[in-house]
């Protein structure tokens, strides 16, 4: 019981840091940070309109107020919902324009992970159990290779060949022009069809932790004193490997999925912007290009109370699955 | 980190390396380093990007902002990648790139892993209230998604450089390396030998320095060839995004400007491929290097 109350402790703590790190971030620039925003805004487009001036005053706080007020104000804004409107997709709120992103990202990323965890695990128990052999050095040399590669550049190197050389798949964007997002038959095709090459981009490097986590995990398991005695007591290969190595040796994966989540969030800025892909990182992207603080602030909030939700379910999963955590709880 | 198994008698090699080591520390390294057939290879390759990163003068036949040849030109004998959309030489880019590759890695690993050794060895050796504090800033810095706080620091930051990008990568990135840090000296710290620096009447700072610190440099060495790589990464991506300084030659810049100057469809493989596959021999020779030195630091991998 200990265990779930110092994980939910540290759920809490953490997102409290990462809520007032999102709101230090703007205020670390010399001078006054409403100010500097203004004349950088006034840089960018040479007239600020009210409304941006509104949305600056929202997002700060009032910039004569101390720090203790603006931050005051600030949690209770965000804690009533309020994160302003978007400077460059003017009348639409912040809230709109994420929740209009987050299902591609949420669909792209999700399903990409759960692949690359399924078949990073295989491969590195198949690795481990088969180890030493032209099996093992295949798999574990072969994803330490791809995983030298630059994620992006494959990326770019996919819609070259497959997008604009054979012209297999779309060179990039959600959907094709004209239709719009429905639940239609031919919609879903079509966005299936644009997801193709972003997918396969994450699929690529996405395994490499798994197989290599899983391998070294597995190795080590498969020569603990329990695997010796069923060795010793008989048992066949395979059931030693799967219910004495595999078993045990998957945990560590568990808490890594959603560690791995956090980076993975970071490749789809990469692959989102690549393939012009209309999820929350081409909107980040954009949002940073376009010096539309309120959108990028609540962006980088939403990215990270989503991974830090992630980490505490897995936190909480693994210590239903793994018992020896509940109890340990020294280190 | 993987390996596979050595086919070299490991256990003597340590022995050979302690003896070096009893007479100078670097020699000793260097051997159990140099004898590992994949870490020699790595060795040799980072040796020449550093070669061409210092004589990249000499060895780029054109200055890299030179903008007076012909746009997007395919390879040829005088532009053997051919050139930019801004008529820029391709191949004295990709020379000129090799340095602030090295520059970024060198200075943010450096950075990185003098932040996590501090954070890591206070905390693990402090225990206590310290190290729980410290602890959740490290568990912080290890779930805050690093790439969107990276774009995030860059966006709102007044001047765009490579001191920038390497502040920026330096912040994010020393999370891992003090959580190792940390694991290691619980271990060490209950150590016999400590309990006599202790009992001698030595001070903390002198245990740490002289007595842990020499007992993890494999582990901080492997700590900083991995903050090296992930800095060289990171900046190849923002600069890829658009976040790093244009004037800056890298090979981010380069695929951003390959990608955005249009190589994608006139056909320019040469320029959209050479800088990726630069960057990709980089991180292999770093990778090569650390099977030398994940075999020196970790025994459980040299086993069977």
């Known amino acids: 019981m200990l265990y779930f109350v110092r994980r939910a402790g540290f759920f809490l703590a953490t997102l409290w840091a990462a809520v007032t790190l999102n709101f230090l971030i703007p205020r670390l620039q ?168 972003p997918a396969v981009a994450l699929l690529i490097t996405g395994p490499i932790g798994w197989i290599i986590g899983m391998r070294n995990n597995m190795v080590q398991t498969l020569g603990e004193d329990y695997a010796r005695l069923a060795r010793a007591k008989g048992l066949p290969r395979r059931r030693i490997a799967l219910t004495y190595g595999a078993r045990i040796a998957i945990l560590p994966n568990v808490t890594g999925f959603a560690i791995a989540l956090g980076s993975l969030l970071g490749g789809t800025v990469l692959v989102e912007t690549i393939f012009n892909y209309p999820g929350l990182g081409r909107l980040l992207l954009e949002a940073v290009s376009n010096k539309d603080y309120p959108l990028m602030q609540a962006l980088f909030l939403f990215t990270t109370i989503g991974v830090l939700t992630a980490n505490f379910l897995a936190d909480v999963t693994y210590g239903f699955l793994d018992p020896r955590v509940r109890r340990a709880e020294a280190v | 980190m993987t390996t596979t198994p050595e086919t070299i008698d490991t256990e003597a090699l340590r022995v050979t390396a302690l003896d070096a080591d009893a007479s100078s520390r670097l020699p000793g390294w260097f051997v159990i380093l140099w004898r590992n057939g994949k870490c020699r290879v790595g060795m040799l390759m980072l040796a020449a990007f550093i070669v061409i990163a210092v004589l990249a003068p000499v060895i780029a036949p054109y200055g890299p902002r030179l903008d007076e040849f012909g746009a997007s030109e395919g390879p040829s004998a005088a532009h053997w990648l051919g050139t930019t959309a801004r008529g820029e030489d391709v191949f004295s880019q990709l020379i000129y790139g090799a340095r602030t590759s090295l520059i970024v890695g060198l200075v943010a690993g450096v950075l990185s892993t003098l932040i996590a050794m501090a954070v890591g060895l206070t905390a693990g050796y402090l225990r206590g209230v310290v190290d729980e504090v410290l602890s959740f800033f490290i568990n912080l810095g290890l779930v805050v998604p690093v790439l969107p706080l990276m774009i995030v620091l860059a966006g709102y930051a007044p001047v765009k450089g490579l001191g920038l990008i390497i502040i920026v990568i330096t912040v994010t990135g020393w999370a891992y390396g003090a959580r190792i840090k940390r694991a290691q000296i619980i271990t060490l710290r209950t150590r016999d030998y400590i309990t006599a620096a202790k009992f001698a009447g030595d001070s903390t700072a002198r245990i740490i320095a002289f007595e842990i610190v020499p007992n993890m440099i494999s582990l901080i060495v492997v700590g900083f060839m991995g903050a090296a790589l992930g800095a060289i990464g990171a900046e190849a991506g923002l600069a890829f995004l658009g976040l790093g300084d244009p004037q800056t030659v890298s090979w981010g810049t380069m695929l951003n400007q390959a990608s955005l100057g249009g190589a994608l469809t006139t056909g320019q493989w040469a320029w959209l491929v050479a800088p990726g596959l630069a960057l990709a021999l980089l991180i292999t020779s770093f990778t090569l290097m650390n099977f030398g030195i994940d075999a020196l630091s970790n025994p459980h991998l040299r086993e069977d």
Request: hydrophobic fraction near 45%; aromatic fraction near 14%; charge should be negative.
């Open chain 1, 30 to 197: 010399p001078g006054d940070p409403a100010q500097a925003m203004l004349n950088r805004l006034q840089g960018e487009t040479t007239a600020v309109n009210p409304a941006q001036l509104e949305a600056i005053r929202k997002l700060l706080g009032t910039p004569d107020g101390n720090l203790l007020s603006q931050y005051w104000d600030y949690l209770g804004a965000i804690c009533t919902g309020h994160f302003g409107v978007s400077y460059s997709y003017f009348p639409y709120t912040v809230t709109a324009m994420i929740s209009s992103a987050l299902p591609w990202t949420l669909i792209l990323v999700g399903v990409t992970q759960m692949l690359s965890f399924a078949i990073g695990t295989l491969l590195g128990a198949w690795a481990a159990y088969r180890r030493n052999s032209r099996v093992d050095s295949v798999i574990t040399l072969g994803s330490t290779f791809v995983g030298t590669l630059p994620f992006f550049w494959l990326a770019l190197l996919l819609i070259f060949v497959f997008a604009i050389t054979l012209n297999w798949f779309p060179d990039g964007g959600g959907y094709g022009g004209g239709s719009s997002p429905s639940w239609t038959w031919l919609f879903v095709s079509d966005a299936f069809q644009h997801s193709v090459l």
